[in-house]
Nanobody, 123 residues
Framework: QVQLVESGGGSVQAGDSLRLSCVAS????????MGWFRQAPGKEREFVAA????????KYADSVKGRFTISRVNAKNTVYLQMNSLKIEDTAVYYC????????????????WGQGTQVTVSS
C-alpha cells in the first residue's frame, strides 16, 4: 500500500515562489500517475496539475498554467510542484495523489492521497 507525504508548504507573500514535494513509500512509484489538488476553506477540492508515470505527459488547471510546474524524480519516489508568481487565491491545502500510469484531472480517478500541506499567500 503506497503512502504519500507532502511537504514544502508555508506562508508567503503574493509574487513569491514555493516548491512542494510529495514522497511516496510502500508502492511502485514509477508506475503511478501523480496529481496535485488543492482545497481552499469553504470550497471543493480542485485539480491543480498531474503528470504521467514517465513524465512524458502533464496536465494543468487553467488557473495555474504558466505559473506552476509539476515534475517527478522516480529514483527519489518524489513528485514536485513548483509554484511561481503566487497569488492570494492560491491559498489552500495542497494534496498529492496517486493513480495508475496516466495523468488525470478527476479526483475520483486517484486511489491514494496524502494528508496535505498548507499554502498561505498574503498581500
Amino acid at each position: 500500500q503506497v503512502q504519500l507525504v507532502e511537504s514544502g508548504g508555508g506562508s508567503v507573500q503574493a509574487g513569491d515562489s514555493l516548491r512542494l514535494s510529495c514522497v511516496a513509500s510502500g508502492g511502485a512509484f514509477r508506475n503511478y500517475g501523480m496529481g496535485w489538488f488543492r482545497q481552499a476553506p469553504g470550497k471543493e477540492r480542485e485539480f491543480v496539475a498531474a503528470i504521467s508515470w514517465t513524465a512524458s505527459s502533464t496536465k494543468y488547471a487553467d488557473s495555474v498554467k504558466g505559473r506552476f510546474t509539476i515534475s517527478r524524480v522516480n529514483a527519489k519516489n518524489t513528485v514536485y510542484l513548483q509554484m511561481n508568481s503566487l497569488k492570494i487565491e492560491d491559498t489552500a491545502v495542497y494534496y498529492c495523489a496517486a493513480k495508475g500510469f496516466s495523468p488525470s484531472d478527476q479526483s475520483k480517478d486517484y486511489h491514494t492521497w496524502g494528508q496535505g500541506t498548507q499554502v498561505t499567500v498574503s498581500s
